[in-house]
């Protein structure tokens, strides 16, 4: 089974509108932390926006807010008022368990594209 | 901002030759990764990397890999005897102690087996 599901291919989305991006997991850890990166076009990876399993309130960080659903196991990115450069690939992660050397499992990516 | 850097940026290797690939991390960071994406797919887990150790790796990270910290600044990746199937781009990266810290990636390795 995947362990990190991300269903959407490809998203469009207005400038200036939200969008959502959806991320599943699968894990019989309790401990374990949600990470989203995006990869532009230029094919770096950054860091965006973590959400550990017992944090009790979303994460947010600017215009990107994790919608964690522990119960669903889903951590899905929204980016609010979306800019041109937002365009990208993005990338759902997770780390089970508590160390820190732990590796990242990645989902296939959603390619999302901002219209002006 | 301090980041992690990889060189070369695009590597040109014929099939059977040995190449390695070199990462600086960010300087405190004491856990460091390999990654690998193959053109148009998902980032796979290669091996990680903690005082002096492998620390995990996938199935991907057979016999003909290998990693190493020759001194206190750089991390390398060695491949013994590419195959075609190693044509990917390699990403670096490092993280601090603690779980929710994130890894910091660098900006790839692009390797082409011909």
């Known amino acids: 089974a995947q362990k990190i599901t991300q269903t959407q291919p490809g998203m469009f989305v207005q400038e200036k509108e939200a969008v959502t991006l959806d991320c599943t997991y699968d894990?019989?850890?309790?401990?374990?932390?949600l990470f989203w990166y995006k990869q532009p076009s230029s094919g770096e990876m950054i860091f965006l926006i973590y959400?550990?399993?017992?944090?009790?309130q979303n994460a947010t960080e600017g215009r990107y807010s994790l919608n964690f659903q522990k119960a669903r196991k889903s951590a899905n990115l929204v980016i609010s008022a979306s800019q041109l450069g937002d365009s990208a690939m993005y990338f759902c992660?997770?780390?089970?368990?508590?160390?820190?050397?732990?590796?990242?499992?990645f989902g296939s990516g959603t390619r999302l594209q901002v219209q002006p | 901002e301090p980041e992690v850097t990889q060189t070369p940026s695009h590597q040109v290797t014929q099939m059977g030759q040995e190449v390695i690939l070199r990462c600086v991390p960010i300087?405190?960071?004491?856990?460091f990764y390999w990654y690998r994406q193959i053109l148009g797919q998902k980032v796979e887990f290669l091996v990680s990397?903690?005082?002096?150790?492998?620390?995990?790796k996938s199935e991907i990270f057979d016999d003909q890999f290998s990693v190493e910290r020759p001194d206190g600044s750089n991390f390398t990746l060695k491949i013994r005897s590419t195959k075609l199937e190693d044509s990917a781009m390699y990403f670096c990266?490092?993280?601090?102690?603690?779980?929710?810290?994130?890894?910091?990636f660098g900006d790839g390795t692009r390797l082409s087996i011909l």
């Open positions: 959400q550990g399993s017992y944090d009790e």
């Open positions: 990266a490092s993280s601090e102690e603690g779980s929710e810290q994130p890894q910091h």
């Open positions: 990397f903690y005082n002096n150790e492998i620390s995990e």
């Open positions: 894990t019989s850890d309790q401990s374990y932390g």
């Open positions: 992660a997770m780390r089970e368990g508590t160390s820190g050397r732990r590796a990242l499992t």
């Open positions: 300087s405190n960071h004491l856990y």
